[in-house]
C-alpha cells in the first residue's frame, strides 16, 4: 500500500542526501539537493541563468522568509528596481532551483541576491568580499553605484 511508497521516498531521498554530502556538500547544501529530488540539473541550471539574464536586480526569495522580507524593504528604501523569484511557489520547481543556486553560488540561504548578474550574497550575508550581502554593502557604500551601474536605480 502506501506505506512501501512512503518508505521507497525516504530511502531515495536519504540517498540523494548521502551522495551529495560525499560529493563535498555541508549538511545544508545536501539538505537542499535532497529536498529537491531527481530533477534534470542542465535544465534547472539555464531555467537560473534565464532568470539572472533577465533583469538588472534579481532576488530569489521565500515569501516567508525575515531575510528575503528585509531585503525587499531596504531595495525599496533605496528605489531599486529588482525582479523576484519565489522558490515557494511551487516548492516543486523551487526546491531544485534552490539546490542549483547553493552549487552555483556556495550558499543555500534566501534571499539570493544578484546584481548585474553578479551573486552579491543575501540580506546580511554572502560567501566572501566579493558577495557579503546588500546590508554590508549599503554600510561599505558599494550597493547604491552597483544597482545604478546596471541601471537598476535612477540616478
Known amino acids: 500500500g502506501d506505506g512501501s511508497s512512503f518508505l521507497d521516498n525516504v530511502t531515495k531521498t536519504y540517498g540523494i542526501f548521502q551522495k551529495a554530502r560525499s560529493d563535498g556538500y555541508d549538511f545544508k547544501q545536501s539538505t537542499a539537493i535532497a529536498l529537491a529530488g531527481e530533477y534534470d540539473a542542465d535544465a534547472v541550471k539555464a531555467d537560473i541563468q534565464e532568470q539572472i539574464d533577465s533583469a538588472p536586480c534579481v532576488l530569489f526569495t521565500w515569501e516567508a522568509s525575515p531575510a528575503c522580507k528585509k ?24 526546491n531544485p532551483i534552490r539546490a542549483e543556486l547553493g552549487k552555483k553560488v556556495g550558499r543555500s540561504s534566501v534571499p ?44
Open 71 to 94: 531585503a525587499i524593504k531596504y531595495l525599496d528604501v533605496a528605489g531599486a528596481k529588482y525582479k523576484i523569484v519565489r522558490l515557494d511557489d511551487p516548492w516543486e520547481d523551487g
Open 112 to 155: 539570493c541576491i544578484f546584481i548585474g548578474g553578479e551573486y552579491v550574497g543575501g540580506f546580511d550575508g554572502g560567501v566572501g568580499d566579493e558577495s557579503p550581502g546588500i546590508l554590508e554593502m549599503a554600510f561599505k557604500g558599494t550597493l547604491r553605484e552597483k544597482l545604478m551601474a546596471v541601471g537598476a536605480l535612477d540616478a
